[in-house]
C-alpha cells in the first residue's frame, strides 16, 4: 500500500513537472523520503476518517471537546499534518516518534496490515512483544486485542502452535464417586529422583524418590521418601502408609516393573500370620485388590499427577537449588503433606452468613 501511493505520487509530481515544462529525472526505485511521504499521506487520509470531528478542532487548533474519547491522549497536530500523542516526555532524550507516537483507529484495514507487517518482519513475534514494537512509533487504539487477533490468525503461528487435541472423557470410575473412609481406595505413584546432600564431604550424592499415596475420596494425600525404586523399598513405605492410614481395599497405580512386583508380594504378606496379627481382623479380612492402568495411557492417572503438581510446587519453591539431608528431606514432605491435606474440600463463600 505504501508503495502504490508513494508511485502515485512520484506520478503526480512528474505530471506538474511537464506541465512546467522541468527535466523529469529516470528515477526507477523508490527512495525512502518517498515511503515516508507516502505514509504521512495515508495517516492523514486515515485519521481524517475516524477522527473527523478531532481533526477539524486540533487543525484550528481548539480544544477537544469533553465528550471526545481522545481527550485522555491529550492529542496535538504535529508538523507533518498527522495527529500525535501528547505527553510529559518532551524533554526526554528518546526520539521524537517513542515520544508521541501516531494516533490510529483500531478497526480499520490499515492499522490491521501495519501490525501483521510488523509481525512478520520481527520473526511472527507474540503479543507482547508486538505490543512494544508498534509502541515505538504508533499508537493503535486497542492494539492489545489487535495484535492477538493478528498472532491467532498467522497460519505460520498456528502451524507451530496448534490446538491440541482434547479427548472426550468418560464418566468417572464409582471409586471417585462413592462416600468411604479415608484412603478406603487410594492410588499411588513415584517422582523424582531427589538429590539428597551426602553425609560426608566425600561421599557421593545419594537419590531418593517420593511415593504418594491420594486417597480417591477425600483427594487427601500421604508423602513417603524412598531410597531407591526397588519393590522392597516400596513395600517398606506401603507398611509404613497402612499402618498410619489403615488397610486400603483398592489401590490404582501405573503399570510399573516395581508396582508389579509389589502386588505379588502384596498377596504373601496378606497371607503370613505375622502381618495378621499387625492389624485387626476386619483390615485383613479384606484382600487388596490392585489395578494397573493401561501401559502407555498418559490420559490415566490424572488425580495423583495433580497431587504430584502440588507438592512439587511446594518443595521446589522452598528449597530452591539446596540439597537436604535424609531426615530433612522426609520433615519437609511431611510439612508439604500437612499443607495440602488443609486444603478445603469445597469452594471458600464470600457471605459472611455462612460458615466455611
Not at 226 to 239: H, N, P, W, Y
Not at 271 to 284: I, P
Request: glycine share 4%; net charge positive; charged share 25%.
Amino acid at each position: 500500500m505504501l508503495r502504490i501511493t508513494a508511485y502515485c505520487n512520484r506520478f503526480l509530481r512528474n505530471c506538474r513537472k511537464r506541465s512546467r515544462k522541468v527535466t523529469i529525472t529516470d528515477e526507477t526505485f523508490l527512495s525512502s523520503e518517498e515511503i515516508k511521504v507516502s505514509e504521512a499521506t495515508l495517516i492523514a487520509l486515515i485519521q481524517q476518517q475516524a477522527f473527523s470531528v478531532e481533526w477539524k478542532q486540533l487543525s484550528e487548533k481548539r480544544p477537544l471537546s469533553t465528550k471526545s474519547k481522545l481527550r485522555w491522549f491529550n492529542p496535538f497536530m504535529s508538523d507533518e499534518g498527522i495527529i500525535r500523542i501528547g505527553g510529559r516526555l518532551t524533554h526526554a532524550l528518546q526520539p521524537f516518534d517513542s515520544k508521541h507516537q501516531i494516533l490510529l483507529p483500531a478497526h480499520h484495514p490499515y492499522s490491521h496490515l501495519l501490525v501483521k507487517q510488523v509481525h512478520d518482519r520481527n520473526l511472527h513475534a507474540q503479543p507482547q512483544l508486538l505490543l512494544t514494537l508498534l509502541r515505538d512509533r504508533y499508537w493503535i487504539i486497542g492494539a492489545r486485542s489487535l495484535a492477538r487477533k493478528v498472532v491467532h490468525t498467522c497460519i505460520a503461528c498456528f502451524r507451530a502452535h496448534p490446538k491440541r487435541v482434547e479427548q472426550f472423557m468418560a464418566d468417572l470410575p464409582s471409586t471417585r464417586v462413592t462416600a468411604a473412609r479415608p484412603f478406603g481406595v487410594t492410588g499411588v505413584d513415584y517422582w523424582g529422583p531427589l538429590h539428597l546432600r551426602p553425609v560426608t564431604r566425600r561421599s557421593a550424592a545419594r537419590k531418593a524418590y517420593v511415593a504418594v499415596f491420594v486417597c480417591f475420596c477425600t483427594k487427601a494425600v500421604h508423602i513417603e521418601l524412598v531410597v531407591d525404586l526397588t519393590t522392597a523399598k516400596f513395600m517398606q513405605a506401603f507398611r509404613r502408609f497402612t499402618s498410619r492410614r489403615g488397610l486400603c481395599s483398592q489401590i490404582y497405580s501405573d503399570n510399573g516393573r516395581n508396582f508389579v512386583g509389589a502386588s505379588n508380594e502384596l498377596r504373601k504378606l496378606l497371607s503370613s500370620n505375622e502381618y495378621r496379627q499387625a492389624f485387626a481382623l476386619e483390615c485383613t479380612s479384606n484382600d487388596i485388590k490392585w489395578h494397573f492402568n493401561p501401559p502407555k495411557a498418559s490420559h490415566f492417572g490424572g488425580l495423583w499427577e495433580s497431587a504430584i503438581a502440588s507438592a512439587q510446587k511446594h518443595l521446589f519453591r522452598v528449597l530452591g537449588p539446596h540439597k537436604l539431608d535424609y531426615d530433612d528431606m522426609e520433615t519437609l514432605l511431611t510439612q508439604i503433606e500437612c499443607c495440602l491435606n488443609s486444603r478445603p474440600i469445597i469452594p471458600i463463600s464470600d457471605d459472611r452468613g455462612r460458615t466455611n
